[in-house]
């Protein structure tokens, strides 16, 4: 079994990134610009907007991080994301979810400008995925294609199942695992909350890949000996031996899986800096205004 290390993968990408920033800056090029909006004060919210501000610095980015308490109007919400569609210095730009529930996520997230939605969630972004055409694909199923192709796993006519249909990464992930590519070309199955025989469909999978963020939801009788798995899970789980009180818990059985896997992603460290690693490449295509004028 080997252990798909995210966060070694995911320093080795950043420090190209930075490489590739530096060249920009010394041919007199514009520094690459993310802002981060931010409502209310979730936990895990604030972890993943700090990590990305953080990996901003690493890779040479600006950022700017924007903060709202969440009494936030949607009506200013919006005022803020048509200000960051016109600020010709911010080259990119996201809005945390989840958003408080008196704010309409779908109207957030499509009044944000394509061209600078490094997320990949506008519905252009996400049309222009899923026919194969350049433009910004979504940070978890992104950063899980880039862990794939680090470690040379083949995908070509492997029997893909992805468990979970989210929008941000369950529905993605299968159109990106079934297209003409490599990472791609597989055989995909998407199973869901209504899906029947999931544990006979699971033992099927070459490449299991689980997005339903239910800790330790996926065990050792549901993995074929060999098959490549996949955790997207990072469900905090109350913990008193731990100084923060809680553990991060992927939906993969570990510790019974791993033994039986020819490669596993760890919870912590797998897929996680991954994603934060697809959104700087997101970022830096942003910069240098790789897919829209
Ligand atoms: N919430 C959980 N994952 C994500 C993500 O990738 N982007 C944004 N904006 N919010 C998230």
């Known amino acids: 079994m080997t252990l798909l290390d995210g966060k070694a993968t995911a320093a080795a990408i950043k420090q190209e990134i930075a490489a590739e920033v530096e060249q920009i800056l010394a041919a007199g090029g514009k520094q690459p610009h993310l802002a981060a909006i931010l409502v209310g004060h979730d936990g895990g919210s604030e972890t993943y907007v700090a990590n990305k501000v953080k990996s901003c610095a690493e890779c040479g980015f600006k950022s700017t991080l924007i903060r709202f308490e969440d009494t936030v109007t949607e009506e200013e919400l919006l005022a803020k994301v048509e200000e960051l569609n016109h600020d010709d210095d911010v080259d990119g730009f996201i809005v945390q979810l989840p958003l408080p529930k008196h704010i309409d996520e779908e109207k957030v997230t499509e009044a944000i400008d394509y061209r600078k939605d490094v997320d990949g969630f506008h519905p252009i972004n996400v049309g222009r995925m899923s026919i194969g055409l350049p433009c910004f694909v979504s940070a978890t199923p992104n950063g899980i294609l880039q862990l794939l192709k680090h470690y040379n796993i083949e995908t070509s006519g492997k029997k893909c199942v992805v468990l979970g249909r989210s929008n941000i990464v369950g529905k993605p992930m299968a159109n990106l695992m079934m297209q003409k590519s490599y990472p791609g070309d597989a055989t995909v199955t998407v199973l869901h909350s209504h899906s029947k025989n999931i544990k006979e469909e699971c033992q099927q999978a070459d490449i299991l890949i689980v997005a339903m963020g239910k800790p330790g939801f996926v065990t050792e009788d549901m993995v074929k000996p060999g098959a490549v798995v996949i955790d997207v899970g990072t469900t905090r789980v109350p913990d ?43 970022t830096l295509s942003a910069g240098k205004k790789e897919f829209y004028k």
């Open 240 to 282: 008193a031996t731990r100084k923060n009180g809680f553990r991060l818990s992927g939906d993969v059985d570990f510790e019974h899986v791993a033994p039986k896997c020819s490669y596993i992603t760890p919870v912590p460290g797998g897929v996680g800096p991954m994603t934060i690693c697809s959104l700087m490449k997101n």
